[in-house]
C-alpha cells in the first residue's frame, strides 16, 4: 500500500509500537496524522491462511469497508499483491484514491519468510534480542541460501550488535564488521536492485571510514525506496557525522515525519541536535525514545551524558541505578559520574570510560582523545561518534577553539578520513583547507 504514491502510509515500525494498548482509534490516528485506519487479522492453519481487512475513517468510526480472504501459502508474495489491490480497488471507491501497489511476483519458502519477518522485527527492536535476530536470519538461510533479503537483515544486524551486548558477547563473535560486509556482499551478488541491499553496503562502507562511496549508496538505496525511514536513519548518521549538518537536518525531519515512534530513529535526531547545539529539542527526543522502550543501553548512555553535561549529579545517581546491568558495571558509571562532578579532580581517572564525553565534560582532552582512540580497538562506531563533541556549540566557545585547534584533534580526523572527504563536499564551519593537502581547525 505505502507503493501508492497517493496514499501517505504511516511506516509499520510505529504502526505497530500500538498495539496490543487497546487505544481509542481516533488518538492512535492521530498520533500518527492519518485520517483513515486499515486493520484486520492473520490466521494461520498449515498451509492455509484466512486474512481480514477492514477500512475505518477514524473521525467517527465508521467502517467504509470489510472482507475476508482465504489463501494457500503458496507465494506469499503474490498473496500480498493481490490483497494490496483488492484493498486498493477499495480505497478508490470509498476515498477517491488512485494508483495501484507494484505488483513483485517471486517465490519464497513460507517458513523461510516467517523466519525473515520474526528476525526483521527483532532487528527493529533492538536490544539483546538481536542476537536472536541474528540467529533467525541465519536459520532462513539454512534453509534457503538465495533468499537476499535475510543477507540484507544479516548484514543489518550484525553491524548495529556491539551497542547492546557485553564485551564479552562482542569478543565471542568475532570481526562482525567483517560478517556484515560479507552478508551484504552475498545479498547485493544474489539481488543487486535489492534497496536493503544497497543500504547494507552503504553502513559497512560508513564503518569502513569510506565516506564518498557510502554516500553513493545510501543515495541510490534513498532513490530505488525513497520513503525508507531505515535507509534515512542511516544516511542522516552519515551526514551528521561529517559535519553535514544543514542537509542531515532535512533527512531526519523527515525520518521522524514518516517514522516517529521508533527509539532509534529518535536516537539519530539526538546525535544531530547535539551537533547543532539544540540542547532543549535534544532532550525532549531523548524523553520520547526512552518512554517507547527505557531499556535500550545506547539510548541510556545518552541520557546519562546529558545529565552529566547539565550538572544532574543528583538525578544521575539515581538513574545510574536503572541502566543495563549487561552492557554497563554500575560501580564505574558512579565513578565516572563523580569524576565529572569534581571536574577531573577526585580519585582516578574511571577505567574504563564507556563514552568520551564523559572526559570531555570533566575539561580532560588528554583523557578524552585517548579514550577515543582506544575506542577505534573496540568498535569503529565508538570510534566515530565523538565527533559530535567538536562539532557542538554547547560548550564555551574557548573550549572548543582549544580543543578543535589541538593538533591532536587534527590527526584524529585525519585517522578518520574527513579531510578527503571535505574536499569533495564541503568543509564544515569548525574546519578550513589550506591549500591543496592541509587543513587546519578551531
Not at 242 to 270: C, H, T, W
Not at 293 to 298: A, G, K, R, S
Request: hydrophobic share 45%.
Amino acid at each position: 500500500l505505502a507503493g501508492i504514491r497517493a496514499l501517505q502510509v504511516a511506516a509499520r515500525t510505529s504502526v505497530f509500537s500500538f498495539k496490543g494498548q487497546n487505544q481509542d482509534l481516533r488518538k492512535i490516528a492521530q498520533q500518527l496524522g492519518v485520517e483513515t485506519v486499515l486493520e484486520g487479522s492473520v490466521r494461520r492453519a498449515g498451509d492455509d491462511v484466512r486474512i481480514t481487512a477492514q477500512l475505518i475513517r477514524a473521525s467517527d468510526g465508521f467502517h467504509l469497508w470489510s472482507e475476508a480472504y482465504d489463501r494457500k501459502l503458496e507465494n506469499i508474495f503474490a498473496i500480498q499483491d493481490d490483497i494490496a489491490s483488492r484493498i486498493a480497488e477499495a480505497l478508490q471507491v470509498s476515498m477517491g484514491i488512485s494508483g495501484q501497489p507494484k505488483v513483485m511476483p517471486r517465490s519464497v519458502n513460507p517458513e523461510v519468510y516467517d523466519l525473515y519477518l520474526r528476525a526483521r522485527a527483532m532487528h527493529r527492536q533492538r536490544g539483546e534480542v538481536l542476537l536472536e535476530a541474528v540467529a533467525l536470519f541465519e536459520q532462513a538461510l539454512s534453509i534457503d541460501p538465495e533468499f537476499a533479503p535475510a543477507w540484507a537483515g544479516l548484514s543489518h544486524s550484525y553491524i548495529v550488535l556491539p551497542n547492546y551486548i557485553s564485551k564479552e558477547e562482542h569478543q565471542e563473535l568475532g570481526d562482525v564488521l567483517a560478517k556484515s560486509v560479507d552478508a551484504a556482499e552475498r545479498a547485493l551478488e544474489l539481488d543487486p536492485a535489492l534497496p536493503t541491499a544497497i543500504h547494507a553496503m552503504a553502513n559497512t562502507l560508513f564503518f569502513r571510514l569510506e565516506w564518498a562511496e557510502a554516500e553513493r549508496y545510501f543515495r541510490q538505496a534513498l532513490e530505488l525506496d525513497p520513503d525508507s525511514a531505515p535507509h534515512k536513519q542511516d544516511n542522516d548518521s552519515l551526514l551528521t557525522f561529517s559535519g553535514q549538518l544543514e542537509a542531515s537536518r532535512k533527512v531526519a525531519d523527515r525520518m521522524i515525519e514518516l517514522d516517529p515512534y521508533v527509539p532509534v530513529f529518535q536516537n539519530a535526531m539526538v546525535a544531530l541536535l547535539e551537533a547543532q547545539g539544540e540542547n532543549e529539542l535534544k532532550a525532549k527526543a531523548i524523553g520520547i525514545a526512552l518512554e517507547i522502550n527505557p531499556d535500550l543501553p545506547n539510548l541510556q548512555m545518552v541520557r546519562f551524558d546529558e545529565m552529566l553535561r547539565t550538572g544532574q549529579f543528583a538525578a544521575a545517581r539515581d538513574y545510574v541505578k536503572q541502566m543495563s546491568e549487561l552492557r554497563f558495571e554500575h560501580a564505574n558509571l558512579f565513578e565516572q559520574l563523580d569524576w565529572v562532578e569534581s571536574q577531573g579532580k577526585a580519585g582516578k581517572v574511571p577505567d574504563p570510560l564507556y563514552s568520551p564525553s564523559v572526559a570531555f565534560h570533566a575539561d580532560r582532552y588528554d583523557i578524552w582523545l585517548a579514550t577515543v582512540m582506544e575506542s577505534k580497538e573496540e568498535w569503529v562506531e565508538w570510534f566515530i561518534s565523538p565527533l559530535l563533541e567538536l562539532y557542538s556549540p554547547s560548550a564555551p566557545a574557548e573550549k572548543l577553539h582549544r580543543f578543535r585547534s589541538d593538533p591532536s584533534t587534527k590527526a584524529y580526523l585525519e585517522d578518520l578520513r574527513l579531510p578527503e572527504y571535505w574536499r569533495q563536499v564541503g568543509w564544515p564551519d569548525m574546519c578550513q583547507p589550506i591549500g591543496e593537502a592541509d587543513f587546519s581547525c578551531g
